[in-house]
């Protein structure tokens, strides 16, 4: 413990000896990681964003004429409890004729003519927010096919787009993420490489005078560390600040409503993702750069 | 405890650096190693700790086969080497205190031991006062003395030294030359590589002479060549 | 230009001196680059998805009772030399009948109770592709305004949000393109200032034999622009494979249809962009890193 | 052609590496600087050629002040001054040809020009055969001779060696101490530092003895210490 404790504050001692190079080192991989995670922050709300969705969806079910009021009774006690439902809103054919006036209001009087409401019954459902459209679209069929419902309309027109939009970002997140993390790590990689390419003459004096190879490594994997921490928390900072202004900013410019774009979403997930890529990246990438210099 | 066999060294080809050189060293002998320039003495030295091999033929030290020595244990050899390089090896980023210290710390040493032993040797060659000194900040007599005391620090059981006094004057030289000797009495190994003729008079010890990679004379205590 | 030629020449024979830090550094530029280049084209192509939804929107206008026919032919015309505006379409109030028989078929027999149409005449607005959300909005506002309109009925809904989001995506864009831009600048530019550093050595030595400022200096101002050069391209040969590959992977996933995301739309001005910054940040970085050196 | 008024050197506040120097040397002159390790030797030369500047006094050269001359004319005073660094200074990515010939790439000389003064210059110290090596694959003595050949190849109006030999035999030193007299020969001034009292023996020459930063004797042409 002790000497871990020494062997941190040497390297402490170190990176400032090699400030230029080592503050250097620091801020690129700070930056790294912090494209690292705006990525990965807005593939994240992009996700959340488009979910958001959801809960604009209006699905109207028309049922056949004179189908048994239980069986709807049953279908809308089943659907309350689907957990993507909202709320399910039953309208007899009489409630249908008071909606047919409000939407035409010019026709009025010509249900007047009618003694019984020539409308056919349904129900209207409505989404809970944050679900996931494919699950909502899949849903709206299977009811779609059940006998008893004559025709439906849904709103999907737009709700289609959002999830293929939707769809898109999650894959070219991953996609982009992926490369993201290969690129951070090449070049943290790299730099880490650099700083001990750059104090290659040391390693070699200090085989030279007899140190082992583990005495020469450790310093180096703690440098990396430390190098690779810091870095992350400056990223974090950075980011948090950020996502801290970048709502600020957005919402004076173009009025965004709480509602519509949450930004206030700052998963600490981001962070600890962040951190812990940043710490091994670091360690890493010094564990493997340093091998090459401790041959003959 | 220094053994060559037929040892060749090629850096390119058919150019040889050192050429068939067979030689003992006992453990205690002071040695010179003189020769013109690019006669081959510090590729000889280097061979000793192993920064460079023989192209052919086998070095013991020790009674240990340095082609048969892994890289991975080489540090066992060096910690029983004390070293003046040709061009110091100074760590410019570290204070000359700092650098002297290096071989003790490399062994995992006790602060209060490996103050006492820096110390000690810096004060041997005169540079106490500068122990706070960057490398670059200290004159090059004095550079090449913290490479001495650097060499001497560890009670290492064999010293190698590669012209360790060609930045300084004839009487630092000599006073240099005399702790070496006084080390050597202790039954350390010295090999010094050296052109200084001057010095090859005042000292009268064993001295091999090498000769475009050839050992030409090898001159027994007392002979002059 | 002969001069340039060698001194071309003489700065690739020194890169590859120096190959270890060269070949980091490139590929740290290229990288830094790809990154820069990903998210410009990120920003460019959702923007260019979200405009792509203004064809989708549909505005349908009622005008008054007995509105004379002429004002209507003088509005229909007025919006078909919008450029905004993809088609209009008259209903009289007959045609109107007609839809609305569609729409409710089992209504159809009501109608047969009127000697004239009940329902009022109007014009269906579509709009063309790949227009601003935020002026199709204004242009159905303006109509909606007219006298001779009575009512309006639009499926903004989900056009209103995918304005916001475009909107949004512009500008975060417009903010993470400039944070970006500084970040490769910040990378490359200290980049270039270790391998600077990495070489004070030579840079003093030279000093001190009497070379110019500006024989130390120009090597260096030309290697720079080659690493950026040659980063910028290896960034955008990576930029242009992975646009050509997404689009088959994301299909091959999502079975996207070529209309809704329209991948295949690589700007080639992003291309010149990268190129153009990758070597003046190259060029400029090493004039500014090398001032330092050149004193005393 | 070079004179001192005055001149301190502090690098270090209240010590003094250089105290009270006033000097004059004229074009053509041959000296010899000498001094024990740590005396002022190298910064006595460095302010010659601006690598340090005075803590006080002044130091002109060829009439100008280098107080006064501005970094970006400091070349011009350079290329002028041919140098032996104590610690050679060479590019270990340049071969010993390339090392050679930058003085002379670095005035735009012609490639042909530069051909031939570098290949001169290289047969001087007699490593025309070591010309495309590296410096890190010469032996420490060559690497000196190189340094000594960059520091001639430009024809400069002085030069400026900082103890030339300290890598090589007798016999190869007083050589290149006979090649900086031939040079000498054409008007060219020499300064050289050395600790080797062979050589102040051998070539009697005026010889400045530093001591603790102070000029301590000044003597003139045939005179020994
Ligand atoms: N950059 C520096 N910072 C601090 N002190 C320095 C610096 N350079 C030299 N000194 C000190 O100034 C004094 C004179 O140094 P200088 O290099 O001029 O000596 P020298 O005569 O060349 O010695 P040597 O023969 O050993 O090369 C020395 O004591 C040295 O420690
Ligand atoms: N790494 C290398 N690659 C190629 N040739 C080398 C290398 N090291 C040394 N040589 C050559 O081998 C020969 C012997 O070199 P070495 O350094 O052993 O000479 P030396 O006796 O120490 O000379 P000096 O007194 O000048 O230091 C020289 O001719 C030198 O040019
Ligand atoms: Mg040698
Ligand atoms: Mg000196």
Redesign the interface.
């Known amino acids: 413990m002790n000497l871990l404790k020494t062997a941190i504050i040497n390297s402490i001692i170190n990176i400032m ?2 400030k ?2 080592n503050i ?1 080192s620091l ?2 991989i700070a ?2 990681l ?2 690292f995670g ?1 990525f990965n922050y ?1 593939s994240l709300n992009i996700e959340n ?1 488009t979910q958001n ?1 959801s809960k ?1 969806i209006v699905a109207i079910f028309y049922f056949n004429e004179g189908v048994e009021k239980k069986l709807i009774d049953d279908l809308t006690k089943r659907l309350e409890n689907n957990v993507l439902v909202d709320s399910v809103t039953y309208f007899s054919e009489n409630q249908s004729e008071i909606q047919f006036t409000r939407e035409f209001p ?2 009025k ?3 007047n ?2 003694k019984s409401s ?3 019954s349904s129900i209207e459902l409505k989404f809970k927010e944050k679900k996931k459209n494919t699950k909502i679209t899949s849903l709206i069929e299977e009811i779609g096919k059940l006998s008893i419902v004559e025709s439906k309309q849904v ?1 999907l ?3 289609e ?2 999830t ?2 939707s ?2 970002i999650t ?2 997140g991953i ?2 993420s992926g ?2 993390i290969f ?1 951070s790590i ?2 943290i990689f ?2 880490i ?2 700083n001990i ?2 104090r290659k ?2 390693i070699s ?9 583990w ?1 020469i490594r450790i310093p180096f994997l703690i440098e990396g560390g430390i190098l690779g921490f810091f870095g992350s928390i400056f990223a974090s900072i950075i980011l948090f600040t ?1 996502l801290k202004l ?1 709502p600020i ?2 919402r004076s ?2 009025e ?1 409503s709480k509602g ?2 949450s930004f206030d979403f700052i998963p600490t997930s981001i962070f600890i993702r962040l951190i812990i890529l940043g710490t091994s990246i670091g360690f890493f990438s010094s564990l493997f750069s340093i091998r090459k210099f ?3 | 405890m220094i053994e060559f066999y037929h040892v060749y060294k090629q850096y390119i080809k058919n150019q040889f650096a050192i050429s068939d050189i067979s030689i003992s060293i006992e453990k205690g002998e002071f040695i010179f190693l003189t020769g013109a320039s690019g006669a081959g003495k510090s590729t000889f030295l280097k061979m000793i700790y192993k920064e460079e091999v023989p192209s052919r033929g086998q070095i013991l030290i020790n009674s240990m086969n340095l082609n048969l020595l892994p890289d991975n244990k080489l540090y066992k050899l060096r910690r029983d080497i004390g070293i003046v390089f040709q061009d110091f090896k100074l760590l410019e980023n570290r204070t000359i205190y700092e650098n002297v210290a290096i071989p003790l710390i490399a062994r995992n040493e006790k602060k209060a031991i490996v103050d006492k032993m820096v110390i000690n040797a810096l004060t041997l060659v005169g540079l106490t006062h500068r122990r706070n000194y960057f490398p670059t900040h200290v004159s090059g007599g004095e550079q090449q003395r913290v490479a001495i005391a650097r060499a001497i620090v560890g009670n290492p059981k064999i010293i190698i030294a590669d012209e360790p006094t060609g930045n300084l004057d004839t009487e630092l030289s000599i006073n240099i030359i005399k702790i070496f000797e006084r080390i050597n009495i202790n039954g350390i190994t010295v090999l010094i590589a050296t052109h200084d003729n001057n010095i090859l008079k005042l000292f009268p010890k064993r001295i091999l002479r090498l000769d475009k990679g050839m050992l030409v004379s090898d001159i027994g205590i007392g002979g002059i060549s």
């Open positions: 000896r090699n230029v190079i250097l801020g690129i930056f790294t912090l494209i705006i807005l964003f969705f604009n010019e026709l009087y010509i249900l003519e009618f020539p409308f056919p709103n027109d737009w709700a787009k959002i293929t939009l769809r898109f894959i070219a996609f982009l490369i993201l690129i090449f070049i790299n730099i490489k650099i390419y750059y003459e040391e004096i200090l085989r030279l005078v007899g140190a082992t190879d005495y950020l970048i900013y957005a410019v173009i965004l519509v774009l401790l041959k003959n």
